[in-house]
């Protein structure tokens, strides 16, 4: 499983985090730590695009 990260920074080229690898999130994106982050779950849907409520 690999969760896509957006930032304000990177709107529109994700950092991926990979489920697997939890212990080096705060490695890939150091602002994990000291920002406000929400991990939005798409379920099941067929692509992961953004749907318009999560613009």
């Known amino acids: 499983t690999v969760f896509k990260l957006y930032t304000q920074k990177n709107r529109q080229k994700p950092t991926d985090l990979k489920a697997t690898q939890a212990e080096n999130v705060t490695k890939i994106w ?3 730590i000291v ?3 929400k ?3 798409h379920g099941y849907y067929e692509d992961v695009s953004l749907d318009t409520w999560m613009k």
């Open 39 to 41: 991990v939005i779950i």
């Open 30 to 32: 150091s602002n994990f």
């Open 35 to 37: 920002r406000p982050v």
